[in-house]
């Protein structure tokens, strides 16, 4: 019988480029798992973490990016895993940086500024260019920006 677990967290991280949004996609190495599609950053939960602080340190270790403001998204990603036959549900977070120079972990090989059209053509699951759509509809509303829930860094 398939488990449901949540041992992963996710995060979008975005910046402002003269008004405009853009996402950072990351693709991955050749070595990893699903090789050479275009990804976000994300990773598993270690036993000693939130899912939040796990987000914000997979941030940081695959892009060396730091965060000026860091969101919890009002929903989670869900899919099926064949290998393991587990259901993961996975927290979703957004990451808006001001840092200039991004410095790849061997996860990845490359990277990426996108706005919202390409970035969703380019990314590979169908859950994130769900979440994609809802996480740029929500930067770009007022009322929906509302509800994000904003984690205070300096406890991460």
Request: no cysteine; charged share 30%.
């Amino acid at each position: 019988m398939p488990e449901i677990v949540s041992k992963i967290a996710e995060v979008f991280i975005y910046r402002k480029n003269n008004e405009k949004i853009e996402y950072l996609l990351l693709k991955r190495s050749e070595d990893e798992v699903y090789p050479g599609i275009w990804s976000i950053a994300g990773g598993k939960i270690k036993a000693n973490e939130t899912a939040f602080q796990t987000a914000y340190r997979e941030m940081r270790e695959e892009t060396g990016l730091n965060a000026i403001h860091f969101y919890a998204v009002d929903t989670v990603n869900v899919f099926y895993e064949v290998s393991d036959d587990m259901f993961h549900l996975t927290p979703v977070f957004l990451a808006e940086t001001d840092d200039t120079e991004v410095v790849l972990s061997d996860e990845h090989t490359e990277f990426k500024w996108a706005e919202y059209e390409e970035a969703y053509e380019d990314i590979h699951w169908t859950v994130w260019k769900n979440n994609l759509k809802l996480i740029d509809e929500t930067l770009h509303n007022e009322n929906l920006f509302r509800t994000l829930k904003r984690i205070d860094i300096q406890i991460i």
